[in-house]
């Protein structure tokens, strides 16, 4: 039977018509191209998170920075510690959290901060804590997603760390080392020079060298950004080439508001001038801004989703297959990796889901039994 009428109407979407004849034409809009508007529009509803580490020692501007990158004041009741506090100062992990709006736009903010890390006279495994925090944000996301209960979860997983290292010195000490590699496969890692204003131009230039010699040297994997698509404007290649160069950006923060050339900007007043925060003479802060919120903000999730959290996922199952198969007596294939024990609900889910699993083969057995039976 042949449709002679050149217009069809959609059944499953009333609104949409196929124009077209017999002849083989082609057929005109169908409407899921619309497809992404609509992810944008449940996007937008539902929300964004987003968590940032920041780590360095005390004094580098850390949360100064924070506060001018998102147009907040995080910490308005913070006290500040004195020299003797901080000898015996334990590292500690402070989270704050803020809900902020742009143009119907909302992003659940989570800055976790490393107050007391590198300001003891003996900084041995001060990262420690800092490792274990991730590693707990990991495990709760891993227990959530194998609940019964996976429509909701909360995504605390530690997305970015802002690494703060001192403009004076020579490089990286041997704990910005030890610390960077600690975390380089557990998060992404975005080294930063505090206080650029604290150098000149060519001071920053020839520190920049140094530390991304060093950072090869030393084999630290830090956050790469991903390679431009062939298709994209030469605006974009071009503002994506600044960025790879700058790197690891130079920054300066500040919480006041100073008069420059007629105009009211972030900056700091000093007897010889003004520092523009906002000046891309002056600092990285606009190229930080661009790649952490505007340009790889996304990327930064996917690579902790797809890369850093599956690796530990993958860890945590063969792990707890290694354990069931030893309390079976059966020598394990897989290698039994250094990770936490899982917790009682876990190990109880995964034997049931294993139980499941060998009566379903023995009723499959049984039926093939059957089955060969009656050929018979």
């Known amino acids: 039977m042949r449709l002679d009428a050149s217009v069809i109407r959609c059944s499953t979407s009333p609104g949409i018509w196929l124009h077209g004849s017999d002849d083989g034409e082609e057929k005109d809009y169908v409407g899921f ?28 501007g850390k949360s100064t ?12 009741d913070r006290k500040l510690l004195n020299a003797e506090e901080r ?48 590693d707990q944000q990991f495990e709760q996301y891993f227990r959530d997603e194998s609940g019964l209960n996976r429509k909701n979860i909360q995504d605390n997983r530690v997305h970015c760390c802002l690494y703060f290292i001192p403009p004076f010195g020579h490089g990286l000490r ?34 920049k060298e140094r530390l991304r010699e060093e950072i090869d040297k030393y084999g630290i994997k830090i956050y790469q950004f991903p390679d431009c698509d062939s298709d994209e404007d030469e605006e974009f290649k071009q503002q994506d080439r600044e960025l790879k160069e700058s790197t ?49 903000m996304h990327d930064l999730k996917d690579i902790t989703s ?25 020598e394990s294939p897989i290698p039994i990796l250094p990770l936490s024990t899982p917790d009682v609900e876990t190990e109880k889910l995964i034997k049931m889901k294993d139980d499941e699993l060998r009566r379903m083969q023995q009723m499959l057995q049984k039926m093939q039994q059957q089955m060969h039976e009656q050929d018979l």
Request: hydrophobic share 40%; proline share 5%; charged share 25%.
């Open 248 to 296: 690891p950006f130079a920054v300066i923060g500040s919480n006041t508001v100073v008069e420059a050339r007629g105009q009211r900007v972030r900056g700091r007043l000093y007897p010889w001038g003004i520092v523009e925060v906002e000046n891309p003479s002056h600092c990285d802060f606009v190229k930080l801004r661009t790649m952490l919120i505007r340009t790889h």
């Open 87 to 134: 000898i015996s100062q334990t590292v500690e992990i402070t989270k704050h959290t803020v809900d902020i709006e742009e143009k119907g736009v909302k992003l659940k903010l989570t800055i976790v901060d490393t107050p007391g890390f590198g300001d003891a006279v003996n900084n041995t495994e001060c990262w420690r804590p800092v490792t274990d925090y991730i």
């Open 174 to 207: 041997p704990v910005d080392i030890e610390f960077m590699k600690a975390l380089q496969d557990k998060v992404n890692v975005v080294p930063l020079i505090a206080k650029a204003d604290c150098l000149t131009p060519l001071e920053i230039k020839k520190l």
């Open 33 to 60: 191209a619309t497809l992404p508007n609509q992810v944008h529009r449940k996007s937008v509803k539902k929300g964004f998170d987003f968590t940032l580490m920041v780590a360095g020692e005390s004094g580098l």
């Open 65 to 76: 920075l924070v506060n001018s990158l998102f147009l907040t004041d995080l910490h308005k």
């Open 306 to 330: 797809d890369c850093h959290y599956e690796n530990y996922r993958a860890q945590c199952i063969q792990t707890m297959t290694s354990k069931m198969n030893a309390d079976k007596r059966v």
